[in-house]
């Protein structure tokens, strides 16, 4: 798909020669290209077409936040020891 669109750059910018409308639709190509083909933290979109990237990111963060709120929490701490236990042995 990038290959796709760099051609059309390329061809878009080649034509601006002839007519500088296509040039201003290259730098649009371009700036959209940049702009928006880009995912928050910056690097080019997941080239393996897994859309659940950024969920797996959410759901390791929400599990060490859960840990380290069972490891810290005063209350529910001998309950979260016995869980931690049984997790542990289920993985393995």
Excluded at 60 to 84: P, V
Aim: hydrophobic share 35%; aromatic share 16%; glycine share 10%.
């Amino acid at each position: 798909m990038f290959v796709l669109l760099l051609i059309l750059i390329v061809v878009l910018f080649g034509l601006g020669f002839l007519h500088p409308l296509w040039w201003v639709a290259a730098a649009v190509m371009v700036f959209g290209a940049t702009r928006y083909g880009r995912d928050r933290r910056g690097g080019w979109i997941r080239g393996d077409g897994s859309d659940f990237g950024e969920y797996r990111d959410y759901e390791k963060r929400r599990d060490s936040q859960d840990r380290w709120d069972r490891r810290y929490s005063r209350q529910y701490r001998a309950r979260w020891r016995r869980e931690d236990r049984r997790d542990r042995e289920h993985r393995g």
